[in-house]
């Protein structure tokens, strides 16, 4: 009664895995374990890649620029900004919008820095004391950022790239020309911090200094500025969000998210998902013809025992179920140990940099990454998928295999 009960094809192929001894099939079968184990693994580490690469460019654009900015409606069709200004009420209302996480003023003005030997253009970005610091202190190379709480202080942060063209360090004096009503004013400021974050277009240019300084400078009060960033929680509902800032507006403000202010870095990182995709195609196709391959090989060579099995009184539908348990169990190994191989090279690399990049040309010093569990089960799930439905045509060669040829082929 439990013989009756009991899956034989699974029983079969078992003992068909287990055999051992020389056969043709066995070092194809190792072979098709490897292509699957580096199949899976290039497929997990492109994605991980990509993400963390993604990311982590998200992540300086927006330290420098925000996730949405709300500027005056006019300054898409002019040169010169006249500044707005946001009452307390004006400021709670965008903060009671869902996913937005702060708001603060800034104030940037284009100038120069002139040194015995040098000079350099630049654009000094005055913050206040509701700016996130987080992100410059992440990339602060050497000192500290600005003290955010006196607005008139006359302290600025530069660029490594910035100090190392034009000879500056710590403590140095920093004077900026600026050219305001037909005329060039100076203004001095006092380096307190180097800060480098290999986004070059950014760090060739970018000083940091007190928003008092660049109202000064422009003649403005105290609650007039060029505008407002807004951080939000959550990247991905960054237009929806936009949308909802945009429309708790006046008639005098608009917004401009972080992909309308950098358009061509961000079309470089969608570019970024076509290469991934080829190389995820390319790979799934590899694992594929190699598992399909493989199985035909060991229909083919367990041709006596399918001829056995059909005198026996199996169907055509239990012998394929027990050479589709068996490859089964090669994709599954070979899942396995890809996964393995995938996660462990990737802590690796997250953990010591193993891989190095050009700074000038990748903004990364190292090569990044970006585990993400949901991501390596589905790209496992859908592995598995393809290669079962792959596996049906090989499958059905056994219907066609008769019993009294089979059993005599030698």
Known sequence: MYFCKMNYEYFIAKRLAKKTGKTFSRPIIIIATLSITLGIAVMILSISILQGFKSEIKEKIIGFGSHVQIVPYNIKYSNESKGISFSENEKKKILNIENVKSIHPFVSKGGVIKTKTDFQGVILKGVDKDFDTNFFHHYLKNGRFINTSISQNNEAIISRPIANKLGLSLNDKLRVYFYQDNNYRARAFNIVGIYETGLGDYDEKVVVCNIGQVQSINGWESDRVDGYEVLLKDFSLIEKTADDIYYSLGQNKTIQTIDEIEPSLFTWLDLLDSNVFVILVIMMLVSIVTITSTLLIIIFE??????????????????????????????????????????????????????????????????????????????????????????????RSISKISPIKSIRFD
């Open 302 to 395: 367990k041709t006596n025992t399918i001829g056995i099995l059909k005198g026996l009184g199996a169907t055509n539908r239990s012998i394929s179920k027990i050479f589709l348990y068996n490859a089964g169990y090669i994709i599954l190994r070979g899942l396995l140990f890809g996964n393995i191989l995938a996660i462990g090279l990737g802590f690796l690399q997250d953990k010591f940099h193993i891989i190095k990049l050009d700074q000038d040309s990748y903004f990364l010093t190292s090569v990044p990454i970006e585990i993400s569990i949901i991501q390596i089960i589905i790209v496992n799930i859908i592995t598995i998928l393809i290669c079962i439905i792959a596996l049906l045509l090989p499958a």
